[in-house]
């Protein structure tokens, strides 16, 4: 007897595709991936559902400090829009304070906001850079990702090791070389030293 599907939405589309290539949904190591794969899914892209302003909250203080504030090697995973496959790295933010700080633990969760999206780097670095820039309103910031993107490794080109580096300057980044070149020698000391 056909009963029909419990699944719904996503789970019965990740059902279809299990079909599609081959798999039988009902064979035991498979029966819970539908709901595993929609609830993966629903956490990998959730930054759609984040307001930035609520997630800074109340965590900008005033404060005279005008020297420039680095959060380095901050881990950064999201979904390439082209594939749909992860590409995952390290996320590097600078800025230049104008009489405002942000708590340092907002700098990786604005991050999640925008990478827990389908996404490009590019897009994503841009993304980063001007919701600081917009929230924190500094002299400056300057982001840089540097992620693996399983789509060139595990398909396409295949090759492993390749890493992408994108940089989004704003303010004094973009228009003071010195202030750019103190910025990447300083990120270069933290590559240098891992």
């Known amino acids: 007897m056909n009963l029909p599907s419990k699944l719904t939405g996503l789970q019965s589309l990740v059902e279809r595709i299990l079909h599609a290539v081959g798999e039988d949904p009902k064979r035991e190591g498979l029966l819970k991936t539908p709901e ?12 759609y ?10 965590a900008l203080y005033s404060e005279n400090y005008n020297e420039m504030v680095i ?37 990786p969760r604005l991050i ?17 850079a001007q ?37 989004s300057m704003l303010g004094c980044f973009k228009d003071d070389a010195r202030t750019r070149s103190e910025f990447l020698s300083l990120l270069a000391l933290s590559r240098n030293s891992h």
């Open 112 to 128: 999640d906001a925008y990478s827990r999206r389908l996404q490009v780097q590019e897009r994503l670095t841009t993304e980063i």
């Open 131 to 167: 919701c600081i820039q917009s929230i924190v309103k500094p002299a400056g910031v300057a982001v840089v990702i540097d992620a693996l993107h399983l789509c060139m490794s595990m398909r396409g080109v295949g090759k492993q090791n390749s890493y992408t580096t994108t940089s």
């Open 49 to 58: 559902d984040i307001d930035v302003d609520k997630l800074v909250n109340d």
């Open 36 to 47: 595993r794969v929609e609830k993966s899914l629903k956490f990998l892209t959730s930054g």
């Open 71 to 107: 959060v380095k090697d901050i881990d950064v995973y999201s979904l390439c829009e082209h594939h749909m496959l992860p590409f995952f790295g390290k996320c590097h933010v600078a800025y230049l304070p104008q009489g405002k700080i942000i708590g340092l633990s907002k700098v």
